[in-house]
């Protein structure tokens, strides 16, 4: 087990960032939770919302906070690029030493945060995995198959939940290699990309809620044919860069 630190051990700064198309039902709300759990973790910290070319007031939310409370504040495309697409900016937006993201449809609570900072020394990616996801059963079939099949591809191991939204990642992660996908696989590709290179990774069990507010895109024909393509395409280039 991980030493854990001393009571005076020195809180890290934290940047916080949240992946959201049309979410202005629960943008919000999650931005103030997350930085009043912030202000009890972080030595420093900032809230992102990546608002990835959103049709509602996702952004205008987000705009009307950070006028009260500048560490919050928004990043956006100027047209829908995709899950990974927002991934990237948030990663590349983020200034603090650790990076934390989650999803902006408001289904895991921030306040869990607490649990993972104990492991954060001595690891370089702590991770989360669902604990009864609550998700309809046609999204559940989909997170089975495709995690059983990028297992079996990658040879991955130690990681349940691949594409769990609930992740902490060391900022200097990105000085030993560059994500590149924009779709559904950017979980697949940081985790591959992280045990390939000998990163530290840890995983732990958060619980998972429903949907309160907005429309899931995930489960979408377009998403996961996008997802496919973009798997193979990056398990042939994972073979030929000597990665086996």
């Not at 996801?133 to 089975?144: C, M, Q, S, V």
């Amino acid at each position: 087990m991980p030493p854990r630190p001393s009571k005076r051990a020195k809180k890290p700064s934290i940047s916080v960032f949240f992946p959201a198309y049309n979410e202005e039902a629960n943008i919000g709300a999650l931005c103030l939770k997350t930085a009043a759990v912030l202000k009890g973790l972080a030595s420093s910290w900032e809230v992102i919302a990546v608002n990835d070319g959103s049709k509602d007031r996702t952004a205008a939310v987000v705009e009307a906070l950070h006028k009260k409370e500048p560490r919050i504040r928004v990043v956006s495309h100027a047209v829908n690029a995709g899950y990974g697409a927002a991934v990237k900016t948030g990663f590349a937006s983020a200034k603090h030493e650790w990076i934390f993201f989650t999803d902006g449809d408001g289904q895991f609570n921030v306040e869990e945060m607490a649990s993972f900072m104990p492991h954060l020394a001595g690891h370089d990616l702590v991770v989360g995995y669902r604990i009864d996801r609550a998700d309809p059963w046609n999204r559940k079939l989909n997170a089975w198959a495709w995690g059983t099949l990028v297992r079996s591809l990658f040879r991955l191991k130690g990681v349940r939940d691949i594409d769990c939204a609930f992740k902490f990642v060391r900022r200097d992660v990105f000085k030993r290699f560059k994500l590149e996908t924009t779709g559904a696989m950017i979980s697949t590709e940081l985790l591959v990309k992280s045990s390939k290179n000998g990163l530290r990774i840890m995983e732990l069990g958060v619980k998972h809620y429903p949907r309160r507010a907005g429309v899931q895109t995930g489960a979408k024909i377009s998403v996961i044919i996008r997802a496919f393509k973009e798997l193979f395409s990056y398990f042939i280039q994972w073979q030929r860069s000597g990665y086996r």
